[in-house]
Nanobody
């Protein structure tokens, strides 16, 4: 069984930074691409960022390019999302997820974490 546990969410002022972490149990992490998604109230869950198995390839939603950075530490079975210059539009529940290959499509992710709330105050 693969389990994903996010942490690092919280309340941050506009312009601030947060780093989210997602730790994955099981032996599949090194063979998995990982992604971050977010869902704001009343909105669809949307793609934020993804990283390949080795970390060589990354992909970002246009709305976060230049502000967010995804990385991974395969020795720790953990993927990170560094979020800088946060704005109110970034307020959402953030989810990490696992996929076989790097992709922006949510339906290609088969395991999901429970989510962590990020609230940006203006």
């Amino acid at each position: 069984q693969v389990q994903l546990v996010e942490s690092g969410g919280g309340l941050v002022p506009a312009g601030g930074s947060l780093r989210l972490s997602c730790t994955v149990s099981g032996r599949t992490f090194r063979s998995s691409a990982m992604g971050w998604f977010r869902q704001a109230p009343g909105k669809e869950r949307e793609f934020v960022a993804a990283i390949s198995r080795t970390g060589v390839s990354t992909d970002y939603a246009d709305s976060v390019k230049g502000r967010f950075s995804i990385s991974r530490d395969n020795a720790k079975n953990t993927v990170y999302l560094q979020m800088n210059r946060l704005g109110s539009e970034d307020t959402a529940v953030y989810y990490c997820a696992r996929s076989a290959t790097i992709t922006t499509y949510r339906y290609e992710y088969d395991y999901w974490g429970q989510g962590t709330q990020v609230t940006v105050s203006s």
